[in-house]
């Protein structure tokens, strides 16, 4: 490989330099991305951010220059310097608290990160299950395994907790005392919660939940689909009902259809639509108070999905490409335009978050008179859809998105009929053979 790259370097196929300057821009996006102020140009004309500095009474320091791209540069000098020294820290073994090494270990587990809504559930298992409990103030030497095997027991018992929910809220302890083994950290040699075991009878079994519960029934599809289709019909200019209309043909997940773009949809491939990115609730940690907080920064597009499987390419129906033909017609004749998004809110012609389309759901439901179901469950009822016609697995599964087909077949999996057509289903499926034999005897 190694005499391969010097060839192609020695016969002009690869420019060093133009290799560079890549590398050189990579690592100043990755340094940018990790600012989660506001830039903005002030009255007087120069561009101006904030940054974090413990020196100042607020915790944070003005940065103002006279064009952006030079404050940009700046953030990056200050970004790339904050690495050289901000995770690597001396601690005393004999006095650092599981409190001290959490809020060290956070830092570090946000800069790995795109996901805030991630970090903010874990402060948020921080502030439920530790926050102002003896493990907090404990010194991490005496987190011994004895002291860890009664502490988790105990939690899982008074919390009544599936095995999801234990491994959840046990990220911050388990990974934390992995952080106090580092080489550099060295305050422990080995983790202590490496040796406790838990049986599978502490956990609570998660039992399935009702169907009704989870999708949209065929009665309930039928009134919601309605209303769809009567809402439009008042107001043409409004394309949220053909939003929920559309999705009920793709099973995506909320942030996915908020995020959707029309050169998703290529004319080459017309039926097939690219899932690509998502929207995501924009967090940032924030100790300007003198608490460690997540701050709620709105919404943002992201170009990836929640997994490597999320990325793919859906089946369009004839129904869904009619729905989307028609949002082009309203949006072209409307002059809506955002970024080539496509779903945009009529009054402010911006793009449609995922705050409005979950919102729209919620009054489509009141005004049809059943109980309020969510985005996800239109996802469920799409993904059962697709066992109902007795669709491969596999083929399921990465229409859906799903790594796993386990994913699937157990948590998207749900009959959709009403009641009386699955008793009368039951009754036609029932075995006749002792049916037949009961008529032919005699009392």
């Known amino acids: 490989m190694r005499d391969t790259l010097q060839f192609m370097i020695d016969n002009s196929m690869i420019n060093l330099d133009d290799v560079r300057e890549n590398m050189r821009k990579e690592e100043e996006k990755r340094l940018l991305s990790k600012h989660k102020y506001e830039i903005f140009q002030g009255s007087d004309g120069r561009w101006k951010t904030t940054v974090l500095d413990d020196t100042k009474k607020n915790g944070r320091r003005l940065i103002a220059k006279s064009s952006e791209e030079k404050l940009r540069k700046e953030l990056i000098k200050y970004y790339a310097t904050q690495e050289d020294d901000q995770y690597i820290q001396k601690y005393d073994p004999n006095s650092v608290t599981l409190e001290t090494i959490f809020y060290d270990w956070l830092k570090v587990k946000e800069s790995h990160t795109n996901s805030g809504s991630y970090i903010r559930r874990i402060l948020n298992d921080w502030n439920k299950f530790y926050a102002k409990q003896e493990i907090a103030s404990k010194r991490i030497t005496d987190l011994t395994y004895l002291y860890l095997d009664g502490w988790i027991h105990k939690v899982i018992k008074e919390n009544n907790m599936t095995k999801k929910q234990y491994y959840n809220m046990s990220i911050i302890i388990r990974q934390c005392l992995d952080y106090c083994c580092e080489k550099e950290i060295g305050i422990i040699e080995s983790n202590p919660i490496d ?169 489509l439901c009141k005004d049809v008179g059943i109980n309020i179901k969510s985005n996800h469950k239109i996802r469920k009822t799409y993904i059962s859809s697709l066992f109902d016609q007795g669709i491969n697995i596999d083929t399921i599964r990465g229409q859906a998105g799903h790594e796993d087909e386990k994913t699937s077949l157990r948590n998207y999996c749900f009959d959709q009929k009403d009641r009386s057509n699955i008793e009368n289903q039951l009754e036609h499926a029932a075995n006749h053979i002792a049916g037949s034999s009961i008529k032919r005897m005699i009392l």
């Open 195 to 363: 040796r406790v075991k838990i049986s599978n009878k502490m956990f609570l079994k998660k039992k399935k939940p009702d169907r009704e519960t989870q999708v949209y029934l065929q009665n309930e599809q039928k009134l919601i689909a309605e209303e769809c289709v009567k809402r439009f019909n008042t107001r043409p200019w409004c394309t949220t009902s053909l939003a929920i209309l559309l999705n009920f043909q793709l099973g995506l997940r909320i942030g996915e259809l908020a995020a959707l773009k029309w050169p998703d949809w290529s004319e080459k491939d017309s039926d097939y639509i690219h899932i690509q990115r998502q929207e995501v609730g924009d967090f940032y940690l924030d100790e300007s108070s003198g608490n460690v907080e997540m701050i709620n920064n709105g919404y943002k597009i992201v170009e990836y999905t929640k997994s490597d499987a999320g990325d793919r390419k859906v089946y369009l129906n004839n129904e869904a490409k009619e729905i989307l033909r028609l949002i082009k017609k309203v949006n072209l004749k409307n002059g809506y335009f955002d970024e080539n998004f496509i779903f945009i809110k009529s009054r402010y012609k911006t793009r449609s978050t995922t705050r409005t389309i979950s919102k729209y759901i919620e009054d």
